[in-house]
């Protein structure tokens, strides 16, 4: 007898296989130690197959795929309705068009032969009026933007936001179209998307007059600091102060306005502040580094800009409202970030996860998980840190500054630091390497993506850590971005820690 | 079609609130519009499935979040055209199985290096819940498991789907046929040949491709290879 077709043995163990025939197969088994090793190789992996098909879904990161391909789908359909209504612009043009140049050539053949032939004796013509020819009036399509909602991240001292005034109440309040924020002794960070986030500063009051997909519009009497990621086409952002506007897009920048005058500061990007009246009709922009200062009334000049000084710049950095790290909406922020209390002597500034979050007693909202708590005891004396663990959607998490133990460490001020690091990481990128990574996703088409990192560089120059933190691209061409990153050599110099947003 | 194998119980995986009770049509009528909620919960209700049906296919998890999110971006363009012939759950898994052939042609095109083979898979002790077994017991398994997937992998890209779908998932030719858009004829065709070269390449396995001259049926549509159905 011939040796046994492999497969036959997955038929035995299936049971598709004749009683007789069996017996054959394994009487001939029973003398062939070849045959009997091919058996229990394929009877072992044809158990085992079962097994496979009740494999779980191992986890994976849920939200993120969700994310991406909540954006990749909308983002095409956006593209989609973008491009009909362009051919329907076109169409409409061309149904214009056709009739006038028939039009023009009738009128201009008309006006030949007129010209080419004596003019008879006009004969009495009685002329009627023209029929009106009604045309169809457009339908108008009103399409509703979407609702933006507001995270708060970060409240001290007096805050209140529609009616909420403890600092629990308000980190759990959204924020809205139609929300108004007074502050006293305190300020609120409020965060809007990614890399968008606003601070009301103290004794100030802003109205959010308009939240939503095509338009963002707040009101203040005060102080607001605005960081602002690139927005979607069309999509406006304006600040009313007074009987002026400023208008942005992606951008840093602050507005006081306080007693009639107003102050407008820029650090990255450009802002347009214009005469809100139509009939005043003044602008000026002010640039990155430059600052505006002019009373209400007195006309926008370009001499009123001018460039700030660099205390008034770590001033402006100082002021951003803490971000979250990761966006996808608010409800799923709620459930994966928590609240942290730092109670803090007035005056004591407070650095979580490395990162400057201001003075003084302060509730925060942070991702959960270990967090590092630090306080500066003396300008440039940091405490050792304290490491507290915050909970999603449980109960605020508590640290008293008082009792971090003190250390000596003399550092320079982390916003120098941080902007240092910054510019040396900005200028030292090899950008040809970052395009070289984006080319498989730019020969898609898609635009407007960005790698959001959390870098560490110590004194040394040496990187301590570098991660992705949030990011619409794929992972592969992260990492791709993120390589990059690594390979940037930074000097000797200050230890800083930051969010680095590379946009595309 | 597309089972859900392994769901955590719990709040964990929770979609948006007030859809998780609407029926499938009303969910792809309002994922048409362009709603977002809609949009979050159909990927809910299927993420766990897909991702289990392409992690079961493949065999490892590289890259299986990109996959799911390709198998989900194609299922929404898509959506529109789905005209609700099939449950959505076997469309959503024609999906997947596409998907899965693309990525099964890409790698044998640029192979796997060496020692690829997903270790969670291994981990993978269903029958743990039915009896205890020793840890001898349990490598023995994970190691013919590990050596079912080093067969399918040399299996041409066509004839592994088939095997895969018909061997492991227990689909019959016609939804088979369905699910690679073809006929349940050259499925069965394509199953038979399946076959006899995957348990080959198992009954060879450390055996250094000493081949067997065999005495088995010898033509497509004999044995259960071709007459499963």
């Known amino acids: ?504 | 079609m597309l089972r859900n194998v392994g769901r955590k119980s719990g709040n964990v995986d929770a979609g948006p609130a007030g859809l998780a009770d609407i029926d499938e049509p009303e969910l792809i009528q309002r994922c048409r519009a362009g709603e977002r909620a809609a949009h979050d919960e159909l990927y809910h209700r299927f993420k766990r499935p897909v991702a289990a049906n392409l992690f079961r296919v493949l065999g490892d998890r590289t890259d299986l979040d990109d996959l799911v999110q390709e198998v989900f971006v194609i299922a929404f363009r898509g959506l529109d055209s789905f005209r609700g012939d099939a449950r959505l759950s076997t469309w959503l898994y024609r999906i997947c199985v596409n998907v899965a052939l693309g990525r099964i042609r890409s790698r044998t095109r640029r192979p796997q290096p060496i020692g690829g083979l997903d270790l969670d898979l291994h981990g993978a002790q269903s029958s743990l819940v039915d009896r205890p077994e020793t840890p001898e017991r349990a490598l023995e398994r994970a190691e013919d498991r590990a050596r079912v997937y080093r067969a399918l992998d040399r299996l041409p890209p066509k004839k592994r789907i088939v095997l895969f779908l018909h061997e492991i998932e227990g689909l019959d030719l016609k939804d088979i046929a369905y699910l690679i858009d073809s006929n349940p004829v050259t499925v069965r065709t394509r199953l038979f040949y399946a076959r006899r070269e995957f348990f080959k390449l198992l009954a060879e396995d450390g055996e250094g491709g000493q081949l067997l001259a065999e005495d088995g049926d010898g033509e497509p549509g004999a044995g259960s290879g071709g007459g499963a159905s």
Not at chain 1, 65 to 84: F, K, P
Not at chain 1, 314 to 332: F, G, H, I, Q
Not at chain 1, 470 to 488: G, I, N, Q
């Open chain 1, 1 to 504: 007898m011939k040796h046994v077709a492999p497969h036959r043995w997955a038929d035995l163990a299936a049971g598709r296989i004749g009683e007789a025939e069996a017996n054959r197969i394994r009487a001939h088994v029973a003398e062939c130690s070849r045959c009997a090793r091919a058996r229990d190789r394929v009877t072992g992996a044809y158990t085992a197959l079962p097994d496979i098909a009740r494999a779980p879904a191992p986890e994976l990161g849920w939200d993120h795929i969700g994310a991406r391909v909540y954006w990749a789908v909308s983002s095409e359909r956006r593209s989609i309705e973008r491009t009909s209504r362009q051919r329907a612009v076109r169409r409409r043009r061309l149904w214009v068009a056709v009739p006038m140049l028939g039009a023009v050539a009738s009128a201009a053949a008309i006006a030949a032969l007129v010209m080419s032939r004596p003019a008879p004796p006009a004969p009495p013509v009685a002329t009627a009026p023209a029929p009106a020819i009604a045309s169809p009036a457009p339908t108008p399509v009103e399409l509703v933007p979407a609702a933006l909602t507001g995270v708060v991240t970060l409240v001290t001292g007096e805050v209140d936001l529609d009616g909420a005034t403890t600092a629990g109440a308000i980190l759990d309040h959204a924020v809205a179209a139609g929300s108004i924020v007074r502050t006293g002794a305190g300020r609120a960070g409020v965060q809007f998307g990614a890399g968008s986030a606003f601070t009301v500063g103290a004794g100030s009051t802003v109205s959010v007059r308009r939240f939503d997909a095509a338009a963002i519009e707040l009101a203040v009497d005060g102080d607001l600091s605005v960081e602002v990621s690139a927005r979607a086409p069309g999509q406006r952002f304006a600040v009313v102060a007074g009987d002026r506007t400023v208008e942005v897009r992606g951008t840093a920048f602050r507005v006081v306005h306080r007693e009639g005058a107003l102050r407008v500061s820029c650090s990255h990007g450009r802002v347009a502040v214009y005469d809100s009246a139509a009939a005043a009709r003044g602008e000026v922009y002010v640039g990155a580094g430059h600052e505006l200062a002019v009373g209400d009334g007195e006309p926008l000049l370009d001499r009123n800009v001018r460039p700030m000084t660099g205390a008034a710049l770590a001033a402006l950095a100082a002021a951003a409202a803490p971000r979250l790290p990761t966006w996808t909406d608010a409800a799923s922020l709620y459930r994966t970030s928590g609240a942290l209390v730092v109670a803090a002597g007035h005056g004591s500034a407070v650095r979580v996860d490395g990162v400057a979050m201001g003075q003084g007693s302060m509730t925060l909202r942070v991702m959960s998980g270990r967090h590092l708590i630090e306080a500066e005891r003396a300008p440039g004396r940091w405490s050792q840190g304290d490491w507290i663990e915050v909970g999603g959607s449980g109960p605020e998490a508590r640290v008293d500054i008082e009792d971090i133990e003190e250390v000596v460490v003399e550092a320079p001020s982390p916003v120098a630091a941080r902007t240092a690091r910054t510019h040396q990481l900005d200028a030292s990128l090899d950008h040809g390497r970052v395009a070289t990574c984006l080319r498989a996703v730019s020969k898609q088409g898609i635009t407007d993506t960005y790698v959001e990192l959390e870098v560490g560089v110590d004194a040394d120059g040496a990187l301590s850590f570098l991660n992705i933190t949030s990011t619409d691209l794929p992972r592969s061409t992260a990492a791709c971005v993120r390589d990059a990153v690594a390979a940037v050599k930074f000097p000797a110099g200050p230890a800083a820690t930051w969010h680095h947003r590379l946009t595309f």
